[in-house]
């Protein structure tokens, strides 16, 4: 279910950058709350330091939302018509258990499908 | 200087996600306040609407902000001991001029290197 990349070296890159795609989803959040929620909690489980969060709904349905974190962000858009959420995970630590934060997520949302891409980012410093 | 792929056909997929890595930059906002208004500024010019945004600043220096939009996100993280920013925009709308607000934001901070990378996201409606 979980395709994941393994980070390279910290020395060549400013962070990684997870792009989730969670599909055939049965439990897509429709109050902000909890959508932010489900999101604080995976930051912290996988070892972020929460600074701030902010989460929108749209009308008539559809979730937005962002945690900034010391080590970047998560941020998460939510599709209910398409049983789906989009999810990015930036990180600047490789201290991160992104993986752990993806998985608690997938299983809040009861994701039937996940597709998931690691792009390194800030490799011009190389 | 800048590098860009077209869009796939919007039922093909959710959204659009560029990855915008600005490097040799002499203009980094130390300011959050600034760092919004660039973002801000960026997203309208784009065609988006602003919904709400959240910035903050680190110690000893270092930025994180993220303008949630109706068509869902821009995200910035700068590393001014590396004249770095990594920028992130997310769109669901094929009507939203993603060149612009990258171009102008390289502009602002005077970024002498952009690199970046346009990912379809939730393709898996497919």
């Known amino acids: 279910?979980?395709?994941?990349?393994?980070?390279?070296?910290?020395s060549d890159a400013l962070g990684w950058h997870w792009l989730v795609d969670f599909s055939q989803c049965t439990k897509i959040p429709s109050n902000p709350l909890?959508?932010?929620?489900?999101?604080?909690?995976?930051?912290?489980?996988?070892?972020?330091t929460v600074v701030?969060?902010?989460?929108?709904?749209?009308?008539?349905?559809?979730?937005?939302?962002?945690?900034v974190i010391a080590e970047s962000h998560l941020a998460a858009h939510t599709w209910p018509?398409?049983?789906a959420m989009c999810l990015d995970l930036f990180?600047?630590?490789?201290?991160?258990?992104?993986?752990?934060?993806?998985?608690?997520?997938?299983?809040?949302?009861?994701a039937g499908k996940v597709s998931q891409r690691?792009?390194?980012?800030?490799?011009?410093l190389k």
């Not at 279910?1 to 910290?10: A, I, K, L, R």
């Open 52 to 67: 701030q969060s902010c989460f929108h709904q749209f009308s008539p349905f559809g979730l937005s939302g962002v945690v």
């Open 91 to 110: 990180s600047c630590s490789d201290k991160i258990k992104a993986q752990v934060a993806i998985e608690f997520i997938a299983s809040e949302i009861q």
């Open 1 to 10: 279910m979980f395709e994941s990349d393994t980070p390279q070296n910290q």
């Open 34 to 48: 909890v959508l932010e929620a489900i999101m604080v909690t995976a930051a912290e489980m996988a070892g972020a």
């Open 118 to 124: 690691n792009v390194t980012r800030g490799e011009l």
């Open 81 to 83: 018509e398409h049983n």
